[in-house]
């Protein structure tokens, strides 16, 4: 059984850090995009930044470039999402998300994503 599962989320004050960890199991997603999502209460979910299965290719959201970074370790089938300089338009509930197959480049809509982990709340006070 396929599953993500993410940790690490809490609550920060403004201008903190926070470093969420997406662990995979049930396959290998070395070969996978993974990505991060976020959805605050009454907004659609969107994406924050993707990943290539190499590392080679990342996507960030303009609204977190400079402030978050996404990277992953194969070896551990772990993704991980370090999030620095805290708004509290962060807060959000963040999803962790793996393509089905190898993707060079990571896509940016949630339907290029068959995975999904349940979520961690992440939020950030003024």
């Known amino acids: 059984q396929v599953q993500l599962v993410e940790s690490g989320g809490g609550l920060v004050q403004a201008g903190g850090s926070l470093r969420l960890s997406c662990a995979a199991s049930g396959r290998t997603f070395s070969s996978s995009a993974m990505a991060w999502f976020r959805q605050a209460p009454g907004k659609e979910r969107e994406v924050v930044a993707a990943?290539?299965?190499?590392?080679?290719?990342?996507y960030y959201a303009d609204s977190v470039k400079g402030r978050f970074t996404i990277s992953r370790d194969n070896a551990k089938n772990m993704v991980y999402l370090q999030m620095n300089s805290l708004e509290p338009e962060d807060t959000a509930v963040y999803f962790c998300?793996?393509?089905?197959?190898?993707?060079?480049?990571?896509?940016?809509?949630?339907?290029?994503?068959?995975?999904w982990g349940q979520g961690t709340q992440v939020t950030v006070s003024s």
């Open positions: 990943i290539s299965w190499g590392s080679l290719n990342l």
């Open positions: 998300a793996a393509t089905m197959s190898q993707t060079l480049v990571p896509g940016t809509r949630e339907g290029n994503y068959a995975y």
